[in-house]
């Protein structure tokens, strides 16, 4: 997907985590959108960023992730470790 836009001339970003969600009607909601959509928020243009919680599930399935630290997501408490998925 990223290379196609690219090549559109537009730029993304994506921001992954994973956790409970609720379910209001017909849409979503709860703490696990809101950190995947900060999450998202921290990421630069064309980069796709993804919680350690993530990472760790993935783990075997030959995705390799570079470390960006430690950030402070807003409205989320603590600081959340992010990587980059080389993908």
């Known amino acids: 997907m990223r290379t196609r836009l690219k090549g559109l001339g537009l730029e993304m970003r994506m921001g992954l985590h994973t956790g409970e969600i609720e379910l209001l009607g017909e849409d979503i909601g709860g703490i696990g959108v809101n950190i995947g959509s900060r999450v998202m928020a921290e990421?630069?243009?064309?980069?796709?960023?993804?919680?350690?919680?993530?990472?760790?599930?993935v783990v075997g399935a030959q995705i390799e992730f570079a470390d960006r630290?430690?950030?402070?997501?807003?409205?989320?408490?603590?600081?959340?470790?992010?990587?980059?998925?080389m993908v």
């Open 69 to 85: 630290g430690a950030r402070v997501l807003k409205g989320i408490p603590g600081e959340w470790r992010l990587f980059e998925a």
């Open 43 to 57: 990421a630069a243009p064309n980069e796709i960023l993804a919680t350690g919680t993530v990472k760790d599930l």
